[in-house]
């Protein structure tokens, strides 16, 4: 089938609000972008994969960066807000890999390095790549092609 947004243009104006919502709050696109590489990463969507590794290297992101978000617990190049970030940005995407999907020290830990507007556009920036991840996976959005 066609991708859902092209079939239901509202869905596309949707998901565009709410990215312009989030980004709105003065949390970093940087920021955004490194949730949405780590989700697409979990989530195995290789056209996400791709257009926000694409978009870390335009914004001037060093590879190292880029290269170690899925390691990035072992890896000296992210500051302790980004951490925070992408711990949260893996419990949120994992909600069903454990009985409490995200713990209270993972959110404790966001929630000192954002005020409340930032960790709730975390939380809605988390929420919609997992949306496009899904969309792109279910309707086989190949990269690429």
Not at 28 to 43: G, K, P
Not at 72 to 86: K, S
Request: net charge negative.
């Amino acid at each position: 089938m066609k991708h859902p947004v092209y079939v239901l243009p509202a869905a596309m104006k949707a998901l565009a609000a709410l990215d312009t919502a989030a980004k709105a709050t003065g949390l970093s696109e940087q920021t955004i972008e490194l949730i949405n590489l780590r989700a697409s990463q979990i989530n195995g969507c290789a056209w996400c994969l791709q257009m926000h590794a694409a978009a870390l290297r335009k914004a001037g992101e060093p590879d190292e960066r880029i290269d170690t978000v899925a390691g990035w617990r072992d890896a000296a190049y992210f500051t302790d807000a980004e951490r925070a970030a992408l711990a949260l940005t893996e419990d949120v995407t994992r909600i069903a890999d454990r009985g409490d999907p995200v713990s209270d020290e993972v959110f404790a830990e966001a929630a000192r390095h954002y005020d409340e507007s930032q960790l709730a556009a975390l939380l809605l920036a988390i929420g919609q790549i997992n949306v496009w991840n899904r969309l792109n996976v279910a309707t086989h959005h190949v990269v690429g092609a």
